[in-house]
Structures are given as structure tokens and as C-alpha cells.
């Protein structure tokens, strides 16, 4: 693989499901970051992480969680989907912190009933 | 607040130019960005601007005036794959990245 990469590509789920997408970055990069992103709303930050084995909360953490056990993966979880969890969901990696450029994977579209 | 002002949608015609304008109100400043979207895809990076002024880069450039709060992305010679969305960012005291919305450009031939 080169770059980043997400699955699933694109996901129907039930109410109240526990639902985790995943994201791996080939790029040795240190920040990776969980976006979500809305029609008519700016791409909005749920989590990130500086370095591997750290964690940080961003705008709308809530109903979310994130683990960063290596460098390369980056898996966020829903514990029990709801309706307002519909949307599309980017993941992101960036050599390091702040004014890095980052990057994206193709992203996840998540549809919860 | 945080804020990134960007117009929702423009239209422009093929071969012409157009610019593209962002505004902010961030707690502090540390950089701004603009990235290229196509529907349905991934943003992608196009310029990053910290010092005041005009960078080119090819046929896209990116212009930033710290005192205003404001910048602009300027598209020349413009092409039908240019249609996309293209999103303001900065990154503020925090060196945490704020959005804009994104301004849809539609180009018609």
C-alpha cells in the first residue's frame, strides 16, 4: 500500500451498533487525525494523535473513541451509532504536528438508521 | 469563536480566471491552507501560506494578508477538472487546524 488507506469504503448501519473504521498510513507519519464532514459544515476534527500511544480530543469527540497502539494504524470507534453519527468520515496523517501538511485517506461513508 | 468565511458556491467559465476568498477570526495564527476537493474524494493539498504576499505555483496561486484576515486562491487558465471544492484552513494557537465550509467551483465550458 502506499499512503493511506481507510475501510470500510462505504457502511449501513443499524441504530445502536458498535461500529469501528480503520485507518493505516504507510507514510512512517507521527499525527494521525479523525474528521468528519457534513454538507455545508467545514471539515470538523473528532480526534487526534501526536505520536503513537497518545490521544487528544478535538471539536466533536462525543460518541467517539480512538486507540494508537503503532505508528501505522488509527482506529475509531462508534460504541452505540445513532442517527447523527451519519456522515463522512476522513482520516488523516501528517509528518508531524501543527503547520505539517496533511493527508488524507478516501474516506468512509457511514449511514446510520 | 473561530471562524472561516468562504462563499458556498461560484461559477467561472473555462480558460477564464477566478478567485476564491476566505476570511478568519482565529485565536491566534499560525498558517493558512488551501486544499482541493473533488466530489467524492479526499482533499488534497495546494498551498500553504504564512508571510504575507503572492505565492505561485503554476496556474493556481495563494495570497495572504495577516492584517486583513484574509486570503484568496487565485485560479488562472482555468480547466473542467478544476471543478471541485476548494477549502480555507488555518491553524490557530493551538496548532489545530480550523475549516472553512468550502466554496464550490463550477466551471462551465
Known amino acids: 500500500i502506499a499512503g493511506i488507506t481507510q475501510a470500510p469504503t462505504s457502511q449501513i448501519l443499524a441504530a445502536g451498533r458498535r461500529m469501528t473504521l480503520r485507518c493505516t498510513q504507510d507514510?512512517?507519519?507521527?499525527?494521525m487525525y479523525w474528521y468528519r464532514q457534513d454538507l455545508g459544515l467545514g471539515l470538523r476534527l473528532i480526534h487526534y494523535?501526536?505520536?503513537?500511544?497518545?490521544?487528544g480530543k478535538g471539536e466533536v469527540p462525543d460518541g467517539y473513541s480512538v486507540s494508537r497502539a503503532n505508528t501505522d494504524d488509527f482506529p475509531l470507534t462508534l460504541a452505540s451509532a445513532v442517527p447523527s453519527q451519519t456522515s463522512v468520515y476522513f482520516c488523516?496523517?501528517?509528518?508531524?504536528?501543527?503547520?505539517?501538511?496533511?493527508?488524507f485517506g478516501p474516506g468512509t461513508r457511514l449511514t446510520v438508521l | 469563536g473561530q471562524n472561516i468565511d468562504q462563499p458556498t458556491e461560484m461559477t467561472a467559465t473555462e480558460g477564464a480566471i477566478v478567485q476564491i476568498n476566505c476570511t478568519y477570526q482565529?485565536?491566534?495564527?499560525?498558517?493558512l491552507f488551501w486544499y482541493q476537493q473533488h466530489a467524492g474524494e479526499a482533499p488534497t493539498f495546494l498551498s500553504y501560506?504564512?508571510l504575507d504576499g503572492l505565492e505561485e505555483k503554476g496556474r493556481f496561486s495563494s495570497f495572504l494578508s495577516r492584517s486583513k484576515g484574509y486570503s484568496y486562491l487565485l485560479l488562472k487558465e482555468l480547466q473542467m477538472k478544476d471543478s471541485a471544492s476548494y477549502l480555507c484552513?488555518?491553524?490557530?494557537?493551538?496548532?489545530?487546524?480550523?475549516w472553512g465550509a468550502g466554496t464550490k467551483l463550477i466551471i462551465k465550458p
Open positions: 484552513a488555518v491553524v490557530d494557537s493551538n496548532y489545530q487546524l480550523i
Open positions: 501560506n504564512v
Open positions: 488523516a496523517s501528517s509528518p508531524g504536528e501543527g503547520t505539517d501538511t496533511q493527508y
Open positions: 494523535s501526536n505520536t503513537a500511544g497518545t490521544t
Open positions: 482565529t485565536s491566534g495564527f499560525n498558517g
Open positions: 507514510m512512517r507519519h507521527n499525527a
